[in-house]
C-alpha cells in the first residue's frame, strides 16, 4: 500500500492513464513520481510495484519489440501488444511451434533494468478471424543483452499456464519477480502447432541500479528437534556453488522475512526460505563478505539490510559493517566506510538496518558484515543513490552514424530536466491539494459518523424496551431516514462490475433490528427480510436466536476483533458482569511474539499456576509438571478510549463462550496497563501450520507421523461443532479458516481468532479502499459485495476451511487467481449465470463431502445447510459418536 491508496485502485488509474491516446509520455510521470516516493520509503514493494510498462500503451516503440521470425509484415513484433489488434492481430512466428524445439520468441527491450512482478498473455482474435494463442509459454530476461536466464518459479518450474482462446487476457504473477531489461516470452506447446502471441509487462523502473551480488552460499540450521532449516538463496540466478556469483536472488526480491525465521512469508515454502544465512563458524576472519555490482557509476547515500535478530536461537543482527568502494575496473579505493551498531538485546524482532554511505561515487560495493553471535541471516538489501553526473569532456566523442542510446556519463540536458523538475512541482502541488481535500472529507465524515452512531444507539437502547411492534416502527423509520447519498458515502466497496438491479450497496457498519419467525436458521434469514413478522423467543438463558443481528465492530488487539456480536441479546453489554479473576502478571513468562495490530501484541507466553484460576469443566492440553502455554492479547498502554472499552467488551464476550471447541478466557490482567485478557493455546499450534508440516497417510515418508483421512474428518466435525455453538449464541466469527483453528493433543480442535494478528498470514487479507482488511478467499459474495456477514456467510468460510483441511492447506484457495480476480468471481456467484469457479475436489475428498462443500456456496443462503447440519453429516461420515468432540 502507498499513502492508503490500494493496488486495485492504482492499477485501474494507470490502466485508464495507459489508453489515452496517441504517445505522450505525461501520463508515466504520476507512476514516476509514485516510485520515487516508494524507493524513499522503502525497498521495492511488489504488491504495488505492478504498472503496465507500454505494451498496450504504446510507451514501448515498435523498434524495442523484436521476434525470432514472423509470418508476414502483417504479424510482425510490433503486433504482439496485449489488448490491441493492430495489422493481423498479433505476432506470429514464421513456423509452427515444436515442443521439441523451443526456438521462437517474442522479445522485449525495456531500455533500463525494470523489477518486473506480472506478465499478461493473449492470443489472435483480430476480430474474430484469427484463431491462435500459446497455450503455455516460458520467460527468458537478461539484464545486459548477453547472458540470459531461463525464468523458473520458487518451486523450480519453467512453463507458465497460457490462454485457452484467443480473446481472453491471462495475467500470471511472477513468484519470484524479475530484474531485468530484456525478456523473451517463449511459445511452448506439447504438439507442433501454429501460435500467436501478445504480450504486456507490469512492474516497475529498478531503481536500485543492482545488477548481481556475489555472497558465499547460505548454510544450514539444526534446531535442537533435529530438524534443518535451510537459509540458501534458493532463487538466485547466477553461479551457485561455495559461493554465489554475478546473479541475483532473494536478498533483492521485495519480501522481507518474519521475527522468527523458522516461518515464512512465502506460501507453502520449507521453514527458513524468507533467510540467506551464515554460521559464525565457517568465517574464520569473524564476518561475512558481500559484493554488490551496479549497473553504472551512482552517489549512494544509504543501505538497508533486513536482518533477523532472534537472539534466543544465537541469531543477531550484524554488530558492525565495513564498506570498500570501486568506480572502475580498478583496484578498490582505500578509503573505507565503518559503521558499529549499538545493539538492543531486549527487542527480538526483525528489522532494517540502515548504513549510511555519505554520497560514496562508486559502481561497486564490497561490505563485511561482522558477527554479533553465532549466526547472521539476512532477507533483504537495497541500495539508496543517484546517477554521477560528469562533464561531457569525460565522455566519448560519438560518431554521426552511430544511432544515440542512453549513456548513464552524459551531462542529462538542462532544459528537459527543467521541464521535468517543473512538472514534478505542479504535481505535488495538485496531490497536495487532493490529500487536504480527501482529510477534510474524511474528518467530517468522522464527525457525521460519530453523531449518527450515538443516535443510533440512543434509538436501539429505547427499543428494547419496547414490545416487538415499536421496535419494528422505529427500526423502520431509521432506515427510511437515510438518503441515498447518505448510504453512498457509507459504501465500504468499489462497484469493480455491472450489477443487476437487485444488488445494494453495502454500509460500513450494519446496524439492523431483524424480524424472525420461529424457523431454521437459512429460512430465518428470509423471514429477516419481511416486514411485519414477529420475533422468535427467546431461549432459556434469555439470549434470542437470530440469525442476522446487530453488528458491532469491537476493536480488540489487532484493530478488528473476529467475532461479530448481536449487542441486542447480549446482557453483558449492558451492564452484566461476569466473574473473571485478575491473574498476577509475575507469573507470565514471554516465549515469542504470535503477531500485532493496530492497537496491541499478541504473544505466547508461559503461565505458572494458572490452573487455579480455571473453571472445574476445563481441562487444559499441557503436559504435567510443566508450564502451561497460553495466548495473551495485550493492548498497548496508548490506546485510546474506544480500543480499552472495546477490549474491555471482548473480554466479557469471550467468557460467555465455554465449548470443548472453542478457545476459552482463562483470567485477565485488567488492574493496571497494559490491560490483558489470557486465553487457551494449543501445544501443536495453527492447523494451517500444522497440516502444512504433515503428510496424508500413503503419502512420502517423512518425519512427522502422516494423517489419515479419518483423522481430517475428525477435525472439521471438530470445527462444525464448535461453529454450531457460536452460531447457537448467534456469533458470527467472520474469519473462519484453518489459520484460526488450534491443534491439541489427539488431534483437538479449538477455534480462535488470533489469524488476523499474524504477519505470516498477511498474504491471506485484502485491504478494500485503505481501510477494510478483509479474508476475501473465504468470504461469500454478499459478505465481499453486501457486507453481510452471517451465521450462513460462516457455512460459507466453514467450506473453504474444510477443503483448506482435506489439501493440507498445500495451497491457498483460489491460488491461481489474483485478488481482484477472486472479488470479480463473487460477481459471478450474484449473477448466477454459470460462470462462478468454485474450488476443485481435493483427491483424498470423497463425493458425498465435496456436494457438502458445493452446498455451503450455493448463491441463496436459505439454501446452505445450518452447522447442525454440516456437523450431524460429518459426524456420521466419520463413525463419531454422539456427544461433545
Same mark, same amino acid.
Given at each position: ?30 507512476? =514516476? ?36 521470425s ?16 493492430g ?33 499478461g ?45 484467443p480473446?481472453?487476457?491471462v ?9 531485468? !531489461? ?10 507442433s502447432? @501454429? ?69 515464512t ?10 533467510y ?8 574464520? @576472519? ?11 557509476? !551512482? ?26 568502494f ?21 527487542? /527480538? ?44 569532456s569525460m ?7 552511430? /544511432? ?21 512541482v ?23 459518523? %460519530? ?23 422505529n ?29 445494494q ?21 428470509t423471514?429477516?427480510s419481511s ?8 431461549s ?33 453489554l449492558?451492564?452484566?458482569e ?6 498476577? !502478571? ?13 492497537f ?19 481441562? =487444559? ?36 463462550? %465455554?465449548? /470443548?471447541?472453542?478457545?476459552?478466557? =482463562? ?8 490491560l ?10 495453527d ?9 496424508p ?9 502422516p ?25 458470527v ?33 485484502y !485491504? ?6 478483509? /479474508? ?12 453481510k456477514?452471517t ?24 491460488s ?56 450431524l ?13
Amino acid at each position: 500500500m502507498l499513502s492508503g491508496v490500494p493496488v486495485l485502485d492504482t492499477v485501474l488509474m494507470l490502466q485508464k492513464c495507459r489508453k489515452m491516446k496517441g504517445k505522450s509520455q505525461i501520463p508515466l510521470i504520476l507512476p =514516476l513520481f509514485l516510485l520515487i516516493l516508494i524507493s524513499v520509503e522503502s525497498q521495492v514493494n511488489p504488491a504495488v510495484c505492478r504498472y503496465p510498462l507500454g505494451m498496450s500503451g504504446g510507451q514501448i516503440p515498435d523498434e524495442d519489440i523484436t521476434a525470432s521470425s514472423q509470418w508476414s509484415e502483417s504479424t510482425a513484433a510490433k503486433y504482439g501488444r496485449l489488448d490491441s489488434e493492430g495489422g493481423d492481430g498479433a505476432w506470429c512466428p514464421e513456423m509452427p511451434v515444436d515442443p521439441e524445439e523451443l526456438t521462437e520468441f517474442l522479445q522485449i527491450d525495456l531500455r533500463v533494468l525494470h523489477f518486473i512482478t506480472l506478465v499478461g498473455t493473449q492470443g489472435r482474435h483480430a476480430g474474430g478471424h484469427g484463431n491462435e494463442f500459446a497455450q503455455m509459454f516460458k520467460i527468458n530476461y537478461s539484464r545486459d543483452g548477453t547472458r540470459w536466464i531461463s525464468w523458473r518459479n520458487r518451486h523450480g518450474r519453467q512453463v507458465l499456464d497460457g490462454n485457452v482462446n484467443p480473446y481472453d487476457i491471462v495475467l500470471k504473477d511472477l513468484e519470484p519477480p524479475i530484474v531485468a !531489461r530484456f525478456l523473451r516470452f517463449i511459445p511452448v506447446t506439447d504438439h507442433s502447432m @501454429n501460435v500467436c502471441l501478445r504480450v504486456e509487462l507490469y512492474g516497475c523502473v529498478w531503481l536500485d541500479g543492482l545488477v548481481s551480488y556475489n555472497a558465499p552460499s547460505g548454510q544450514q540450521f539444526l534446531l535442537p528437534e533435529g530438524y534443518a532449516i535451510y537459509l540458501n538463496d534458493t532463487i538466485y540466478d547466477g553461479a551457485i556453488g561455495y559461493s554465489m556469483t554475478e546473479g541475483l536472488g532473494q536478498l533483492t526480491d521485495g519480501v522481507a522475512g518474519l521475527d522468527d525465521f523458522t516461518l515464512t512469508h512465502e506460501y507453502h515454502m520449507w521453514p527458513g526460505y524468507d533467510y540467506v544465512g551464515w554460521s559464525n563458524e565457517s568465517f574464520s @576472519n569473524g564476518y561475512v563478505e558481500i559484493m554488490f555490482e551496479f549497473d553504472r557509476i !551512482r552517489n549512494f547515500t544509504t543501505m538497508k539490510v533486513h536482518c533477523n535478530n532472534m537472539f534466543s536461537k544465537g541469531v543477531k543482527i550484524f554488530k558492525e559493517v565495513q564498506c570498500f568502494f570501486r568506480s572502475d575496473a580498478n583496484e578498490w579505493e582505500a578509503n573505507s566506510i565503518s559503521s558499529v551498531l549499538v545493539l538492543d538485546d531486549a527487542n /527480538p524482532s526483525a528489522r532494517y538496518v540502515t548504513v549510511q554511505l555519505h554520497n560514496h561515487m562508486a559502481r561497486a560495493i564490497k561490505c563485511q558484515y561482522y558477527f554479533a553471535d553465532s549466526w547472521m541471516m539476512f532477507s533483504e538489501i537495497t541500495f539508496q543513490s543517484d546517477a554521477a553526473m560528469y562533464n561531457n569532456s569525460m565522455s566519448p566523442p560519438q560518431s554521426a552514424s552511430v /544511432p544515440t542510446t542512453y549513456d548513464p556519463t552524459l551531462k542529462v540536458d538542462d532544459s528537459n530536466t527543467r521541464i521535468l523538475i517543473g512538472c514534478l512541482v505542479a504535481i505535488i502541488f495538485i496531490l497536495v491539494a487532493i490529500i487536504v481535500i480527501i482529510l477534510w472529507r474524511q474528518f467530517w465524515q468522522k464527525m457525521l459518523e %460519530k453523531a449518527s452512531r450515538r443516535m443510533l444507539d440512543e434509538e436501539l437502547t429505547v427499543s428494547l424496551s419496547l414490545p416487538s411492534d415499536s421496535s419494528m416502527y422505529n427500526t423502520n423509520r431509521r432506515h427510511d431516514s437515510v438518503s441515498a447519498s447518505e448510504q453512498e458515502s457509507n459504501s465500504t466497496y468499489e462497484r469493480i462490475f455491472p450489477l443487476g438491479p437487485d444488488y445494494q450497496e453495502p454500509t460500513r457498519l450494519i446496524r439492523k433490528l431483524p424480524e424472525f419467525t420461529a424457523q431454521t436458521v437459512g429460512e430465518e434469514e428470509t423471514a429477516g427480510s419481511s416486514a411485519g413478522k414477529s420475533a422468535l423467543p427467546a431461549s432459556a438463558d434469555g439470549v434470542p436466536h437470530y440469525a442476522e443481528a446487530d453488528i458491532v465492530n469491537l476493536q480488540g488487539v489487532t484493530g478488528g476483533n473476529t467475532y461479530s456480536v448481536p449487542a441486542i441479546t447480549m446482557d453483558l453489554l449492558s451492564g452484566k458482569e461476569v466473574a473473571v479473576e485478575e491473574f498476577p !502478571r509475575k507469573h507470565l513468562t514471554f516465549k515469542e511474539k504470535l503477531g500485532e495490530g493496530q492497537f496491541g501484541e499478541v504473544h505466547l507466553c508461559e503461565a505458572e499456576g494458572v490452573e487455579e484460576f480455571l473453571d472445574k469443566d476445563l481441562i =487444559l492440553d499441557t503436559s504435567p509438571g510443566q508450564p502451561t502455554l497460553v495466548a495473551v492479547k495485550m493492548l498497548r498502554a496508548d490506546a485510546n478510549k474506544n480500543a480499552r472499552n472495546d477490549f474491555l467488551k471482548e473480554i466479557k464476550i469471550m467468557s460467555r463462550l %465455554k465449548d /470443548p471447541n472453542i478457545i476459552r478466557l =482463562l483470567a485477565v490482567c485488567i488492574a493496571e496497563d497494559p490491560l490483558c485478557m489470557i486465553t487457551e493455546y494449543m501445544e501443536n499450534g495453527d492447523l494451517n501450520q500444522f497440516l502444512s508440516r504433515h503428510q496424508p497417510e500413503g503419502g512420502l515418508p517423512a518425519a512427522t507421523p502422516p494423517i489419515s483421512y479419518t483423522d481430517l474428518r475428525h477435525m472439521a466435525a471438530q470445527i462444525a461443532s464448535g461453529m454450531k455453538y457460536l452460531s447457537s449464541l448467534n456469533f458470527v466469527h467472520r474469519d473462519l479458516a484453518t489459520r484460526n483453528c488450534l491443534v491439541g493433543r489427539n488431534y483437538t480442535i479449538k477455534i480462535a481468532d488470533f489469524g488476523m494478528s499474524r504477519n505470516l498470514y498477511s498474504g491471506d487479507y485484502y !485491504r478494500i479502499q485503505g481501510r477494510a482488511v478483509l /479474508p476475501i478467499r473465504w468470504m461469500s459474495w454478499e459478505s465481499i459485495l453486501l457486507g453481510k456477514f452471517t451465521t450462513a456467510s460462516d457455512v460459507w468460510a466453514f467450506a473453504v476451511t474444510l477443503w483448506e483441511t482435506l489439501t493440507f492447506c498445500r495451497e491457498q484457495p483460489y491460488s491461481e487467481m489474483s485478488d481482484e480476480q477472486v472479488i470479480e468471481n463473487t460477481g459471478e456467484f450474484f449473477r448466477d449465470q454459470g460462470k462462478q469457479v468454485y474450488l476443485p475436489k481435493p483427491k483424498i475428498c470423497p463425493e458425498r463431502v465435496y456436494k457438502l462443500m458445493l452446498s455451503c456456496w450455493r448463491r441463496e443462503t436459505k439454501d446452505r445447510p445450518s452447522f447442525q447440519e454440516i456437523y450431524l453429516s460429518l459426524r456420521s461420515e466419520s463413525g463419531l459418536h454422539e456427544g461433545p468432540l
